[in-house]
């Protein structure tokens, strides 16, 4: 048990290394997520409809519960993004799926860990991987990275403000055999 752990721990370590982690006294502590919703309903079942209507269009999504003025709200959320230009294009990719009623909040964060499915010099590449992370129920966008001069489209998934929670869900992918993840700390 100590092993796993130990092991855990170090492949953390290693994988914000190659991702190319900043120490947090270098990073920028103001960020902000945005998460998109395709709906908000006062119905648990309404909201589970929903979630069934994407889940056939092959969009992850889940149902966040809140409280507005003593009212119980059932948000359908799709995705979490550093980037509102990223959350209107799902916006607009949800409007496309015939989900019009899609809408985006924002919240202020700290440290944020992307996770990706891998970085590509050919924008196809990053396409078909994209395709074949859908085929698996998993939603992903492309975003654009400078990196040594060099522009690399990489395939995003999800954004964590919590490292050990993004460590975990790149396990998950490799277990899913979903080569190529790696968390850049930002």
């Keep these: ?101 899609g809408f985006i909040m924002h919240q202020k964060i700290g440290k944020i860990y992307s996770v990706y499915a891998g970085s590509y010099i050919y924008k196809s590449y990053a396409i078909r991987q994209q395709k074949k992370l859908a085929a698996k129920g998993y939603l992903s966008s492309i975003e654009i990275a400078f990196v040594k001069g060099k522009k690399w489209y990489r395939v995003h998934l999800k954004d964590y403000t919590d490292p050990k929670a993004a460590v975990s869900f790149v396990n998950k992918l490799k277990r899913a055999k979903i080569n190529g993840s790696f968390i850049v700390a930002k």
């Design 1 to 101: 048990m100590k092993l796993n752990r130990m092991v855990a721990f170090l492949s953390f370590f290693v994988l914000l290394f190659i991702s190319g982690f900043q120490p947090v006294a270098n990073a920028k502590e103001s960020k902000s997520l945005y998460y998109v919703y395709v709906g908000s309903f006062k119905s648990k079942e309404n909201a589970l409809n929903r979630q069934e209507a994407l889940a056939k269009k092959n969009v992850n999504s889940f149902i966040k519960t809140v409280k507005i003025k003593g009212v119980t709200w059932y948000r359908v959320q799709v995705g979490a993004f550093q980037y509102h230009a990223n959350a209107k294009a799902m916006v607009s990719r949800m409007k496309k799926a015939g989900f019009h009623d």
